[in-house]
């Protein structure tokens, strides 16, 4: 079965600095997907960023980025030049594909500190 | 507003009540899906439905009742809940498989409390 884990609950970071938040997954196929979401207080679930795990370069988008290691099954998101609008829950997950399920890892509560 | 609306926000309901949660989408979507959100776990499925049917229901317990009579409606029926099924109920819905990339979108959830 495939498994999910953030490793860190709480993580804080001072605004406009960086911050990197960990995932590893355990899979055994070879053709997947990872996401990281964000969910703030209002409770809504927003695709962050995604990557494809036939593609070796790593997912940009904007002041997100990821360090994808296949081999070591690691996803890492950075998140630079923080903003006090990314405080919120960030969760990594896994999929095989679309319309298979979404695996998702506990959460990393990220504070930014003004 | 992103495209996938959920209904009621907020739910409180007593042990022997009957209610249904309620989720829509018009996205175009072919696969729809309950999640569970409890405090201090990780988001836990419960079914999915592709194409209207269901493919999987990850031994949810028979108080809970999905229903999805088209790609675009899927209901969770409620009935004789315990306290602990308070959580968050997050519904989701993604495209089938043709082209890239692809992605899951979600409502913003029902908010459930059993008493």
């Known amino acids: 079965a495939q498994t999910v884990t953030q490793s860190q609950p709480e993580m804080s970071v001072q605004e406009a600095e960086t911050v990197t938040l960990s995932c590893t997954y355990d899979t055994s196929e070879s053709d997947y997907y990872l996401f990281w979401y964000k969910q703030p207080p209002s409770r809504q679930m927003i695709l962050v960023i995604r990557?494809?795990?036939?593609?070796?370069q790593n997912a940009t988008e904007n002041r997100f980025s990821v360090n994808f290691q296949k081999a070591a099954k690691s996803f890492s998101l950075k998140i630079s030049d923080s903003q006090l609008g990314d405080a919120a829950m960030y969760f990594c997950a896994y999929t095989r594909g679309s319309n298979y399920k979404l695996t998702f890892g506990k959460g990393t509560l990220l504070t930014v500190n003004p | 507003e992103t495209g996938v609306t959920q209904t009621p926000r907020h739910l409180v309901m007593g042990m022997t009540n009957k209610k249904s949660l309620k989720c829509e989408q018009h996205l175009g979507h072919n696969a729809m899906y309950w999640y569970k959100q409890s405090a201090k776990k990780p988001l836990e499925l419960m079914f999915v439905y592709n194409f209207k049917e269901q493919t999987e229901n990850n031994s949810v317990p028979s108080r809970f009742s999905p229903e999805c009579p088209n790609s675009s409606h899927l209901f969770l029926h409620l009935h004789t809940l315990q306290p602990e099924d308070s959580a968050l109920y997050l519904c989701?819905?993604?495209?089938?498989?043709?082209?890239?990339?692809?992605?899951?979108?979600f409502g913003s959830g029902t908010r459930l409390t059993v008493v």
């Open positions: 990557q494809e795990a036939y593609k070796q």
């Open positions: 989701a819905s993604s495209r089938s498989p043709t082209g890239e990339p692809f992605g899951y979108t």
